[in-house]
């Protein structure tokens, strides 16, 4: 499984937080019979004409987090820009799993995973400067 953002030294239980690869993974846990998605998202679209409640005050500090850690596991592997680039994955994940119980399509965690590995890949500076090097010459 492909995890560009995970130093081999993070353990089992960090690696399936903020995990970008973890969108195969998803692909397969939305196919199963009862799945409905991030209930924490859930319970904020519920909440939507709420936005003082306090569910939707821990949701924000939850999702958040778990940003945060994204944004933290790409600055320890050197990726340029790792809180932009940890909020534009939290993105598609975030939108892969809207458009799964929309569709009922888990390709859509498929195509998360491909931009999320496009994003790693145009971030990490050896990319950045082959990137460059084809496009001068």
């Known amino acids: 499984m492909w995890s ?5 030294e993070t353990s089992a239980r960090e690696r399936d937080r903020g995990d970008p690869g ?3 993974r998803r692909a397969v846990w939305s196919d199963q019979p009862r799945w409905a998605g991030s209930g924490v998202t859930r319970l904020v679209v519920e909440l939507a004409d709420l936005p ?3 569910a939707r005050v821990i949701a924000r500090r939850h999702k958040a987090l778990l940003e945060a850690h994204l944004a933290e596991l790409l600055a320890r592997t050197g990726i340029g820009q790792p809180r932009d680039v940890a909020r534009e994955i939290w993105l598609l ?3 892969a799993i809207s458009s799964i119980l929309v569709h009922g399509d888990h390709s859509y965690a498929e195509a998360a995973a491909r931009a999320a590995k496009r994003l790693v890949q145009s ?3 050896n990319t950045r400067l082959a ?3 084809r496009v001068d010459h």
Do not use: D, L, Q
């Open 4 to 8: 560009p953002v995970v130093p081999p």
């Open 22 to 24: 973890a969108a195969p």
């Open 52 to 54: 003082g409640h306090p």
């Open 93 to 95: 994940s975030e939108g």
């Open 123 to 125: 971030n990490t500076p």
């Open 131 to 133: 990137c460059r090097a």
